[in-house]
């Protein structure tokens, strides 16, 4: 019987590692759709619908409307004045999760999705990084407001905080003009 030459059998052995790094390595498309995934996994985890998709009413009370997938306040929606909480133990409430009212005024959950002029459209990367580990809108601008939780956001790597990006910049674009948020003298804050 013939016996592998050492030499070949030593050439085979050298390149098998290689091989497996080739075939592991990704493509761009396939490294992009990875990041995506791992983005949705985190805002899902995250719990970013809770306050940044609209309810609808179901068979079983309130749930996600998935058509309205991280839109926002829906800008139709008017309330009216906010209750007064002076002097209660309820600091905080809430009308259909997208807007809340406590000390810090009125906020209205953002359009997290791509739209050009009412969503994340004109949001880089870089800009998401920073309000999210600052606090402050657009990275430069006024403080954050409540309950929006950016301090957790801020502990993610930046590897993290690209996926989530990635994946808001994956999901349809929806229009929807979320209102300025009102300062607790009845005043818009920009
Ligand atoms: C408890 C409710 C709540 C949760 C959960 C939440 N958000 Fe928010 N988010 C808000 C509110 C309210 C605002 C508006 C704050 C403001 O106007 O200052 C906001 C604003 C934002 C903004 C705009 C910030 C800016 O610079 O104006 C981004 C981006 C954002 N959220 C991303 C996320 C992501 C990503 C998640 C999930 C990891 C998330 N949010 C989870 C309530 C929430």
Request: with cysteine; aromatic share 8%; charged share 15%.
């Amino acid at each position: 019987m013939k016996t592998i030459p050492t030499k070949l059998l030593l050439l085979a052995l050298a390149v098998a590692p290689l091989a497996g790094m080739v075939m592991a390595a990704k493509s761009p498309r396939q490294a992009r759709a990875a990041q995506i995934a791992r983005g949705e996994y985190l805002v899902t985890y995250g719990g970013c619908g809770d306050c940044h998709t609209p309810l609808k009413m179901g068979e079983r009370g309130p749930e996600p409307d998935l058509s309205r997938l991280l839109s926002g306040h829906p800008e139709q929606l008017h309330l009216p004045p906010p209750p007064k909480l002076d002097n209660s133990p309820w600091f905080a409430a809430t009308a259909g999760m997208t807007a809340w009212t406590g000390p810090w005024g009125v906020s209205y959950a953002a359009n997290l999705t791509p739209d050009q002029n009412t969503g994340l459209g004109i949001w880089t990367e870089a800009m998401f990084l920073q309000a999210m580990r600052t606090g402050k809108h657009y990275g430069i601008g006024r403080d954050i407001l409540p309950p929006m939780p950016w301090q957790n956001l801020a502990a993610l790597t930046d590897d993290d905080l690209k996926a989530i990006y990635a994946f808001l910049r994956s999901i349809p674009a929806i229009k929807n003009r979320v209102p300025d948020p009102v300062s607790p003298s009845g005043e818009s804050f920009e």
